[in-house]
């Protein structure tokens, strides 16, 4: 199962743009990198799943280059509400399961 | 309906209990998962169950039995369990089995306190 390595904590304030970078230096093929939020006694919910270069919707962008051996979740604008662990993952290749990572603890502060 | 429900919320259990953890989903999904988190921690996989059938067991303790009736419900049986098996217990599904590419829906979990 491909590892992740991401930063344990990151602090931001509101209304800036936070990237949250994630390495996968063993990414297999098949594998897809996907992100994940989570809240204090809550699941984890989907953010955002991709496989190379860019993905957007509504909540935030996935930039992964070329040699996928890393990610980039980008949240613009964030909001107070945005404090939260994020999870990358990396998997879904040839059957392989989704495996946490240790997740980014990331504050919004005022 | 994008949901999947957990219940109980809470529960508090000596080590001689016998209780179940219930999760249902209605979205049609064939893929259903628990996964076990302890505290500042990331989730870990316990149960994988593909068309009602576990296919994944990572080496959780016998005093955990998963059980799925049917493809909309995932019960977790517990007895005699051990303080440190204290945790937030995870549902989630997905629609495929196998391919884990797919987005999982997770449930709000059941605190677990075992004294």
């Known amino acids: 199962l491909a590892k992740t390595t991401q930063p344990i904590s990151m602090d931001s304030y509101e209304g800036q743009e936070v990237n949250i970078t994630c390495s996968h230096n063993?990414?297999?093929?098949?594998?897809?990198i996907t992100w994940y939020q989570q809240f204090p006694s809550q699941g984890p919910r989907f953010i955002i799943q991709?496989?190379?270069t860019k993905v957007t919707n509504e909540v935030a962008s996935l930039f992964i280059p070329a040699d996928r051996k890393s990610s980039t979740l980008s949240l613009p604008r964030v909001s107070l509400s945005d404090t939260a662990v994020y999870y990358c993952?990396?998997?879904?290749?040839?059957?392989?399961?989704?495996?946490f990572g240790g997740g980014t603890r990331l504050m919004v502060k005022p | 309906d994008t949901e999947v429900t957990q219940t109980p919320k809470h529960l508090v259990m000596g080590m001689t209990n016998k209780k179940s953890l219930k999760c249902e989903q209605h979205?049609?999904?064939?893929?259903m998962y628990w996964y076990k988190q302890k505290a500042k921690k990331p989730p870990e996989l316990m149960f994988v169950?593909?068309?009602?059938?576990?296919?994944i067991n990572e080496s959780v303790p016998s005093r955990f039995s998963p059980e799925c009736p049917n493809s909309s419900l995932l019960n977790l049986h517990l007895h005699a369990l051990q303080p440190e098996d204290s945790a937030l217990y995870l549902c989630?599904?997905?629609?495929?089995?196998?391919?884990?590419?797919?987005?999982?829906?997770f449930g709000p979990g059941t605190r677990l306190l075992v004294l």
């Open positions: 989630a599904s997905s629609l495929t089995p196998g391919q884990g590419q797919e987005t999982q829906y």
């Open positions: 169950y593909s068309y009602e059938k576990l296919s």
């Open positions: 991709g496989y190379k």
């Open positions: 063993n990414i297999a093929t098949n594998d897809y």
């Open positions: 979205m049609g999904h064939r893929a």
């Open positions: 993952l990396v998997g879904g290749g040839a059957g392989n399961m989704l495996t």
